[in-house]
């Protein structure tokens, strides 16, 4: 199983960026995906989740309004739009995956098995 993620880079605040998390290796509308990120010095925190079919997804409240997760089960891959982006968004975006994760499990990082390597996205003042 691979997870590549991708389309990290420099932003200035207020703008926009995408990253994208490609995956083989799995089915992929089998797993549930979620992206996750970590800043210098802190721990790694939950950013959003999406379910199998893309019906139903889950975001931080520090991100809720700004970024929209979204997937592709025909490429395999998920996306993570993000608008009005902050100094404090800068980090390293890591996407996971995992057969089953329940509802209310969704920001754990123990809860997904696999992980990309992640993408940095640095948010200049």
């Known amino acids: 199983v691979q997870l590549q993620a991708s389309g990290g880079g420099l932003v200035q605040a207020g703008g926009s960026l995408t990253v994208t998390c490609a995956t083989s290796?799995?089915?992929?509308?089998?797993?549930?995906m979620a992206w996750f990120r970590q800043a210098p010095g802190k721990e790694r925190e939950f950013v959003a989740a999406?379910?199998?079919?893309?019906?139903?997804?889950y975001y931080a409240d520090s991100v809720k309004g700004r970024f929209t997760i979204s997937r592709d089960n025909a490429k395999n891959t998920v996306y993570l739009q993000m608008n009005s982006l902050k100094p404090m968004d800068t980090a390293v975006y890591y996407c996971?995956?995992?057969?089953?994760?329940?509802?209310?499990?969704?920001?754990?990082?123990?809860?997904?098995?696999?992980w990309g390597q992640g993408t940095l996205v640095t948010v200049s003042s």
């Open positions: 996971a995956a995992d057969l089953s994760v329940s509802p209310t499990n969704t920001q754990a990082t123990n809860a997904y098995r696999y």
């Open positions: 290796g799995l089915t992929f509308n089998y797993y549930v």
């Open positions: 999406i379910n199998r079919s893309g019906s139903i997804t």
